[in-house]
């Protein structure tokens, strides 16, 4: 959880109506935002048609332009409404909440399973056996209680050679034929360039599921137009990033309107992005964020917003991954960035210490304090040491 200058806890709300009352926000104003939620919370009909819709690349397939990730989505009544709301895409993984956000995303869709396109995850370097991979899906497929998913991807891939494993295509290839999987893809934090171009030069590959925001799109921003242009999906994460790390900043605090929603609509003026997976675990982030897909915004708001991730820019981690493979001592920095954000921006600490120390004893910032000097060199002047230090406070 993120904490104001007080050191108070601030979740993404209070952020806004601390905002709200040193700035004008007009977009999604924290009162009009309430009783939104509040309305969706004790609405039983559907509500009216409003959300936009893009193909998925060669899948053909019509996804929401929000998805919803469902890492910290417990609650079934926040699920339902986001179907009434028109979203018809949902992220799982094998390992988010030890598999329990598959056993609650199946509750929630029973009865309800042919409006979502199901997207899970497994974990392998490249090397894990396609015996084990479809056996890590049939686990998938009992805790979701489905017979199938729409879409499988291989879950983090840090380099090309995953994405090109003949081992992972027998896999795919096999769990297609049995009918356990309609689509395949992959998704990637750290050198999304290598990932996203391997999986397009493979031609094996439906979806990519990348980092996008204002403060990567100079980076993964080409590759994710050349996906689009081959026939290849784009599901995008992390969107809210930017507001994440910047609230706590005077920059964001300057915005007119809100911040979150600029970050969504940010990612969704990309025409080359199919849709923005965000966790929406409350009513009231279902409601800030369906908003924010269905609300116009104007060039003047979207630069505005632009030039405050700018002007926070240096010194702010981009989980751009250019640190990855630096440490001497073996310390696995990208990843230790990702969970910090995890716990500071999304406020998500169990998800952050679950992760931090799943890490080999290596691979932590255990071994920071004893360093004279750090020599990670961080193109974005991230103060890499200090960060690390306090990350491993927070999280060990
Ligand atoms: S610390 Fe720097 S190099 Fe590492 S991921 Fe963050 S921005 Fe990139
Ligand atoms: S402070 Fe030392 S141990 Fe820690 S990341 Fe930097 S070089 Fe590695």
Redesign the pocket.
């Known amino acids: 959880m993120a904490r104001d200058e007080a050191g108070r806890e601030m979740t993404r709300r209070d952020f806004l109506r601390h905002a709200a009352a040193g700035a004008a926000l007009t977009v999604g104003a924290v009162s009009g935002l309430g009783e939104l939620s509040t309305a969706l919370a004790k609405t039983t009909e559907n509500q009216p048609a409003g959300m936009p819709y893009r193909i998925f690349g060669r899948t053909k397939e019509r996804v929401s332009l929000l998805g919803m990730g469902t890492i910290r989505t417990k609650n079934p009544a926040v699920i339902h409404k986001a179907l009434d709301l028109g979203v018809n895409f949902f992220d799982t993984a094998e390992c988010y909440r030890g598999g329990n956000s598959e056993i609650d995303l199946g509750k929630a869709l029973k009865g309800r399973r042919d409006q979502a396109f199901v997207a899970t995850k497994w974990h392998t370097n490249g090397r894990t056996p396609a015996k084990d991979l479809l056996a890590s899906l049939d686990e998938s497929l009992q805790r979701l209680k489905m017979d199938h998913v729409d879409l499988i991807q291989i879950h983090g891939a840090k380099s090309a050679g995953p994405v090109k494993s003949d081992e992972l295509w027998e896999a795919f290839t096999r769990a297609r034929e049995a009918g356990k999987v309609r689509f395949n893809g992959v998704t990637t934090h750290e050198n999304q360039v290598a990932v996203v171009r391997a999986a397009i030069e493979t031609k094996r590959y439906d979806a990519v599921f990348v980092v996008h925001n204002a403060l990567t799109a100079g980076t993964v921003g080409p590759a994710i137009a050349e996906a689009h242009k081959a026939g290849v999906g784009v599901m995008v994460m992390k969107a809210l990033a930017p507001a994440h790390q910047g609230k706590r900043l005077a920059a964001f605090r300057e915005l007119k309107g809100n911040p979150y929603q600029r970050a969504i609509q940010w990612v969704a003026k990309d025409p080359n992005v199919s849709t923005v997976v965000v966790d929406m675990p409350t009513f009231d982030e279902l409601a800030e964020d369906y908003q924010a897909v269905t609300t116009p915004v104007t060039s003047a708001q979207l630069e505005e917003f632009e030039g405050a991730v700018t002007r926070i820019a240096a010194g702010t981690?981009?989980?751009?991954?250019?640190?990855t493979g630096q440490c001497p001592a073996g310390v696995k920095?990208?990843d230790i960035?990702r969970f910090s954000l995890y716990h500071d921006g999304y406020g998500d600490r169990e998800r952050a210490v679950s992760l931090y120390r799943e890490l080999p004893p290596g691979a932590t910032a255990a071994v920071c304090g004893d360093c004279a000097s750090c020599r990670v060199v961080?193109?974005?002047g991230?103060p890499?040491k200090s960060q690390l230090e306090r990350t491993h406070a927070v999280l060990a």
């Open positions: 981690c981009h989980l751009c991954g250019a640190c920095v990208a960035m961080c193109p974005w991230v890499v």
